[in-house]
């Protein structure tokens, strides 16, 4: 059977970035900042970015292709009522990382701060 975590491990990036793109555009920010806070996590540039969603690629490759910014770890809180130091799962804290910087620059956060 197979566990939450391997199921959102096989999700694509894909089927996951016109929902960030959403989040943040309806808060007023842009796909640009948006594609800018990836680019500081991940080290994908905007075209890396887009041939990879065209390649289908799971989370779990995602961030197996990735340079996680060395700054990432400074990334903290709470994010789907778990805090994301207590994550031991290292993808799935990678993922989270994602997430929680998607959700400060849909809070209007600048993106200074968000790139720590």
């Not at 943040?24 to 640009?32: A, C, F, L, M, N």
């Not at 700054?71 to 994602?98: F, N, Q, S, T």
Request: with cysteine.
């Amino acid at each position: 059977m197979e566990t939450n975590l391997e199921r959102v491990y096989k999700m694509t990036f894909a089927s996951v970035y016109p929902l960030y793109i959403t989040k943040v555009e309806k808060k007023g920010r842009t796909q640009k900042e948006l594609d800018t806070i990836i680019e500081w996590l991940t080290g994908f540039d905007t075209t890396t970015l887009q041939k990879l969603i065209a390649e289908q690629v799971t989370f779990e490759e995602f961030f197996k292709r990735a340079t996680l910014n060395e700054h990432a770890p400074l990334i903290k809180g709470v994010i789907c009522g778990v805090r994301i130091e207590d994550i031991e799962d290292p993808l799935m804290k990678k993922i989270r990382y994602l997430d929680k910087i998607v959700d400060e620059l849909a809070k209007g956060k600048k993106l200074e701060k968000i790139m720590r």
